[in-house]
């Protein structure tokens, strides 16, 4: 009689690692990749930064702002606020201010990453769209932050000196709290918080139940354990 190859039975089969796992490989692989990318691709994706915070910083300061220009991976502010030259025998000249808008964007290959883990770890579909909405609407968290950055240049420029920034003391604490806030926060807070916006599907039904699943599991050995002793 001729033999044939036993059949592979489900225990026996190679087991994939639990979903968790999977997209925690996934995005750290994606976070670094796409970070990497990002410090070439940045002068140009982050422009449009850049002009939405050239809207806002006329739209907010226009008591301080004379002129802005912009270039791929540079912004510069001509400002109408005069401080001492130092080393200049006391004259005085305007403060310019000037930043690299995509140190202010890096939560977009953050927010990508997630994307990807979700693909890698689900196969989730509709990425291709969920990462050019989260780009729109990452934009006017990043142009924040990235106003917040150059008033707070202006404001230690002067010193905290509100006579020579011609506002009130609360406004000078409200810009330092901003900063706060945008700087510091915001940049990893923004791309997290909108990747649960446009994926939340794929957080409830994949990452949410994962995470019950191995609970569960964690807490099935402690209850044979209860029972057989």
């Known amino acids: 009689m001729p033999m044939h190859p036993a059949e592979e039975s489900p225990a026996d089969a190679p087991r994939r690692p639990p979903v968790l ?18 410090t070439q691709a940045s002068p140009w994706l982050s422009y449009p930064v850049a002009a939405v915070s050239h809207v ?4 907010v300061a226009p008591m301080w702002v ?11 502010v001509d400002t109408t606020v005069e401080v001492v030259a130092p080393q200049s025998g006391g004259r005085r000249g305007e403060v310019t201010l000037d930043a690299d808008p995509g140190r ?9 990453a997630l994307l990807l ?36 240049q202006l404001v230690g420029a002067t010193g905290l000196d509100v006579r020579a920034l011609r506002v009130e003391q609360w406004q000078v604490e409200a ?25 939340r599907k794929f957080f409830t039904d994949v990452i949410v139940h ?7 599991a964690k807490r099935r050995p402690a209850a044979r354990e209860s029972a057989g002793g």
Do not use: C, N
């Not at 004379?66 to 510069?76: F, M, T, Y």
């Not at 945008?182 to 791309?191: E, I, K, Q, R, W």
């Open 210 to 216: 994962g995470w019950k699943q191995s609970l569960q």
């Open 175 to 199: 810009i330092v709290y901003g900063y706060q806030v945008g700087v510091l926060v915001l940049p990893t807070l923004a791309p997290v918080l909108v990747w649960l916006l446009l994926d």
């Open 56 to 59: 806002a910083l006329e739209q």
């Open 104 to 112: 202010y964007a890096f939560g977009l290959p953050i927010f990508w």
């Open 117 to 152: 883990a979700a693909w890698g770890a689900a196969r989730a579909p509709g990425r291709l769209q969920r990462a050019l909405l989260g780009y729109v609407l990452l934009l006017p968290v990043q142009a924040f932050s990235l106003v917040m950055y150059l008033l707070m």
């Open 21 to 38: 796992v999977r997209f925690a490989l996934w995005a750290f692989a994606g976070v670094v990749g796409l970070t990497l990318l990002w």
């Open 66 to 76: 004379r002129s802005v220009h912009k270039r791929p991976g540079l912004i510069e």
